[in-house]
């Protein structure tokens, strides 16, 4: 049984939490530093979320730009997973070169900048369960 119940659950929580980090005083700016377009598509549910960080952010106080959904954006990464992996590795519970060596997660793009990535985003770990919490979903946390 996935962990979500569907697309818009999925967005409701991963998806705010990529919203959430786009504004975040000290994620933000390391991956508005990357300068590249990843695009994360997932599968059950289906879902797709785009961080543009090669373009200047459209929102204000935005360190990047953030589409949850489909868009026309030509990705410079891209990495497909199922969205329990996902969920897992928000939770800090997912070793990310253990799953690309075990084509658990797909990646299309330079392995070095996404592997580069994880110190920025490291925070997001606590945040994730927090978002969690919030959202009166706290059965999801550990699984």
Do not use: C
Request: glycine content about 6%; overall charge positive; aromatic content about 6%.
């Amino acid at each position: 049984m996935p962990v979500f119940q569907d697309s818009k659950q999925f967005y409701d929580t991963i998806g705010e939490l990529m919203e959430r980090a786009k504004n975040d005083p000290v994620v933000g700016p390391k991956i508005a530093k990357s300068g590249v377009i990843i695009q994360f598509r997932y599968t059950d549910p289906d879902a797709v979320t785009t961080v543009n960080a090669k373009a200047k952010p459209t929102q204000a106080g935005a360190f990047v730009d953030v589409i949850n959904g489909p868009t026309n954006l030509k990705p410079d990464i891209e990495m497909t997973m199922a969205a329990d992996l996902a969920h897992q590795f928000w939770q800090g519970k997912l070793n990310l070169v253990q799953a690309l060596a075990q084509k658990k997660i797909i990646l299309k793009g330079n392995q070095l900048k996404v592997l580069g990535l994880l110190p920025a985003v490291e925070p997001l770990y606590k945040k994730y369960p927090e978002l969690l919490k919030e959202k009166g979903l706290e059965k999801l946390i550990g699984k």
